[in-house]
T-cell receptor, first 109, second 114 residues
Framework: EDKVVQSPLSLVVHEGDTVTLNCSYEVTNFRSLLWYKQEKKAPTFLFMLTSSGIEKKSGRLSSILDKKELFSILNITATQTGDSAVYLCAVEATEKLVFGKGTKLTVNP | KAGVTQTPRYLIKTRGQQVTLSCSPISGHRSVSWYQQTPGQGLQFLFEYFSETQRNKGNFPGRFSGRQFSNSRSEMNVSTLELGDSALYLC???FGLGTQETQYFGPGTRLLVL
């Protein structure tokens, strides 16, 4: 059975902290791994990862994929209150998308 | 507990036809949201239903509609299909309304419009 597991389920930090969110997966016919930020009902696309070891960066956010160990991490440096959201990891397999349950990040001022 | 189920899993239609997709939420969940994902893009929110009422709506044309039944199952209908409607349609359920509610996603329905 395909599955995506995210950890931790929730996280509370202070502004300025650095956080690492984890996503491990077991799927057949892996195509890509995607990260989303969900503040309201419509998740916002962050990254798509297809190759191992290549870090993708966007501002204070970065992510990397390890296809051998079947996991990905999402790093957020110098966190801000606006980073508070649920971060979703999803793995694209043949003809389907499998989501993790998300990590709820709360950044306190 | 069974997860969110969506039927059918795959569909092929031609332009101008209409299609109905079904979503059964996790038992006890009353909120169902629908999303569209096209290749290379993120999820786009279609609408959300709670207690048989549409509570939120995304920026999609009126050809996209939905409804929710008393058992919380939801259907989404797309009329007069266009090629650009080819996408993965995802349904997510949660216990209640609100952005703090954890959503659980179904496997999606892959729609191909020829």
């Amino acid at each position: 059975e395909d599955k995506v597991v995210q950890s931790p389920l929730s996280l509370v930090v202070h502004e300025g902290d650095t956080v690492t969110l984890n996503c491990s997966y077991e799927v057949t016919n892996f195509r890509s791994l995607l990260w989303y930020k969900q503040e309201k009902k419509a998740p916002t696309f962050l990254f798509m990862l297809t190759s191992s070891g290549i870090e993708k960066k966007s501002g204070r956010l970065s992510s990397i994929l390890d296809k051998k160990e079947l996991f990905s991490i999402l790093n957020i440096t110098a966190t801000q209150t606006g980073d508070s959201a649920v971060y979703l990891c999803a793995v694209e397999a043949t003809e389907k998308l499998v989501f993790g349950k998300g990590t709820k990040l709360t950044v306190n001022p | 507990k069974a997860g969110v189920t969506q039927t059918p899993r795959y569909l092929i239609k031609t332009r101008g036809q209409q299609v109905t997709l079904s979503c059964s939420p996790i038992s006890g969940h009353r909120s169902v949201s629908w999303y569209q994902q096209t290749p290379g893009q993120g999820l786009q929110f279609l609408f959300e239903y709670f207690s048989e009422t549409q509570r939120n709506k995304g920026n999609f044309p009126g050809r996209f509609s939905g409804r929710q039944f008393s058992n919380s199952r939801s259907e989404m209908n797309v009329s007069t299909l266009e090629l650009g409607d080819s996408a993965l349609y995802l349904c997510a359920s949660s216990f209640g309304l609100g952005t703090q509610e954890t959503q659980y996603f179904g496997p999606g329905t892959r729609l191909l419009v020829l």
